[in-house]
């Protein structure tokens, strides 16, 4: 009989414990704070080269004034000492969070790995072989608090490459260009989850140029970018050529792809004129874009078609080809040219002095 009590009291009591267990953990989890802002990085293959960027590239985020944050860190399959170098950092700071790919799966999986846990009101874009000035969140977080039709916001990185603070103009170099220096970008998270928006493979080593058309045009997403040095961007010449190589095919295949995505034409494009006189007479895509701003966009900004498009140590920019000179687009700097053949450009610059331009591909040189 006793017996028979206790298991009819332990029946009653054990259904109430397990409740109120679960109710405790599930307070615990709603309390949890939710960071304002989720960084998202990935890296591969960086902790043992480099001068330590992948250290100084997390340090610069842990050293943000605006310490509201949660920091996600994908290891893209490394085979070197990245674990032991995110086990370091993830030990000091309890904000980073640590995930592990078993192969290279590549920049687009993770990133979206790391977006689908994300919880911050922003994300947060980084780079492993870049670092943020300190106020860099604090700046973005302001401008887009204050200007809640912005979907997402970048900065500059050096001072003769500001990219526009206009959003139509933003949208209109989405057709071309980036909008926004990657790893400089916030964006609203819940602009992202409502529309869907992921990276995409497609463009292998450009996958951001898909990313932000996918914001700005197909769902009319707004980008103003501050015009402040907030990033220290790592020059881009310091990349393998096989990697250079294939970025630029992407970004070729990028520009055919937006160019004609509202003529559904096959139409080559190796100029932008020609791709936004295009768009002038679209009637489709004068409903996704300002014309106003598309006029003063080709006024301002686009080069001339007896031009090519350079990749400099110190700058990018088109150079506009004038019988024996050259002259920089978005510069006052005037070369003469020296020798001139289907391989490549040599000039004589009046401030940089003599220098050679390699040909690449259509319309592109490397120095």
Same mark, same amino acid.
């Given at each position: 009989?006793?017996?028979?009590?206790?298991?009819?009291?332990?029946?009653?009591i054990?259904?109430?414990?397990?409740?109120?267990?679960? $109710? $405790?953990?599930?307070?615990?989890?709603?309390?949890e704070?939710t960071?304002?802002?989720?960084?998202?990085?990935?890296?591969?293959?960086?902790?043992?080269?480099?001068?330590?960027?992948?250290?100084?590239?997390?340090?610069?985020?842990?050293?943000?004034?605006?310490?509201?944050? %949660?920091?996600?860190?994908?290891?893209?399959?490394?085979?070197?000492?990245?674990?032991?170098?995110?086990?370091?950092?993830?030990?000091?700071?309890?904000?980073?969070?640590?995930?592990?790919?078993?192969t290279?799966?590549?920049?687009?999986?993770?990133?979206?790995k790391?977006?689908?846990?994300?919880?911050?009101?922003?994300?947060?874009?980084?780079?492993?072989?870049?670092?943020?000035?300190?106020?860099?969140f604090?700046?973005?977080?302001?401008?887009?608090?204050?200007?809640?039709?912005?979907?997402?916001?970048g900065?500059?990185?050096?001072?003769?490459?500001?990219?526009?603070?206009?959003?139509?103009?933003?949208?209109?170099?989405?057709?071309? %260009?980036?909008p926004?220096?990657?790893?400089?970008?916030?964006?609203?998270?819940?602009?992202?989850?409502q529309?869907?928006?992921?990276?995409?493979?497609?463009?292998?080593?450009? %996958?951001?140029?898909?990313?932000?058309?996918?914001?700005?045009?197909?769902?009319?997403?707004?980008?103003?970018?501050?015009? %402040?040095?907030?990033?220290?961007?790592?020059?881009?010449?310091?990349?393998?050529?096989?990697?250079?190589?294939?970025?630029?095919?992407?970004?070729?295949?990028?520009?055919?792809?937006?160019?004609?995505?509202?003529?559904?034409?096959?139409?080559?494009?190796?100029?932008?004129?020609d791709?936004?006189m295009?768009?002038?007479?679209?009637?489709?895509?004068?409903?996704?874009?300002?014309?106003?701003?598309?006029n003063k966009?080709?006024?301002?900004?686009?080069?001339?078609?007896?031009?090519?498009?350079?990749i400099h140590?110190?700058?990018?920019?088109?150079?506009?080809?004038?019988?024996?000179?050259?002259?920089?687009f978005?510069g006052?700097?005037?070369?003469?040219?020296?020798?001139?053949?289907?391989?490549?450009?040599?000039?004589?610059?009046?401030?940089?002095?003599?220098?050679?331009?390699e040909?690449?591909?259509?319309?592109?040189?490397?120095k």
């Open positions: 009989m006793l017996r028979s009590k206790s298991l009819i009291l332990l029946l009653f054990v259904p109430i414990w397990i409740g109120t267990m679960i $109710f $405790f953990n599930n307070q615990e989890q709603n309390n704070k960071p304002l802002i989720s960084v998202i990085m990935s890296t591969y293959g960086r902790s043992s080269s480099d001068n330590n960027l992948l250290s100084n590239s997390i340090e610069s985020i842990l050293n943000q004034t605006e310490t509201d944050f %949660e920091f996600i860190i994908i290891n893209d399959g490394s085979s070197d000492d990245t674990d032991n170098v995110l086990n370091y950092f993830s030990k000091k700071d309890p904000r980073i969070k640590i995930l592990k790919n078993s290279n799966k590549g920049l687009p999986y993770s990133l979206n790391g977006l689908e846990i994300a919880k911050g009101k922003y994300i947060a874009r980084m780079d492993d072989d870049d670092w943020s000035y300190p106020s860099r604090q700046k973005q977080v302001a401008f887009l608090e204050k200007n809640k039709d912005i979907i997402a916001t900065c500059s990185f050096k001072k003769d490459f500001i990219l526009p603070s206009d959003p139509e103009i933003a949208k209109i170099l989405a057709f071309w %260009e980036v926004v220096i990657h790893p400089c970008a916030m964006i609203r998270r819940s602009f992202l989850e529309n869907n928006i992921r990276y995409s493979n497609s463009f292998p080593n450009a %996958e951001d140029m898909p990313f932000w058309f996918d914001i700005t045009i197909k769902h009319n997403g707004l980008i103003s970018n501050l015009s %402040e040095i907030l990033l220290h961007k790592k020059n881009d010449s310091s990349k393998k050529k096989d990697y250079l190589k294939i970025q630029n095919k992407s970004v070729n295949q990028y520009r055919q792809y937006a160019c004609n995505y509202f003529n559904k034409s096959k139409k080559t494009y190796t100029k932008r004129i791709c936004y295009d768009l002038l007479k679209n009637k489709e895509a004068q409903k996704h874009i300002n014309i106003d701003a598309l966009y080709i006024s301002d900004y686009v080069p001339p078609k007896n031009s090519i498009y350079v140590t110190l700058w990018r920019d088109h150079l506009i080809l004038n019988k024996n000179h050259v002259k920089r978005h006052k700097d005037t070369a003469k040219i020296i020798e001139k053949n289907d391989l490549f450009i040599k000039v004589k610059w009046d401030k940089y002095g003599i220098e050679t331009f040909k690449k591909g259509n319309n592109y040189y490397l």
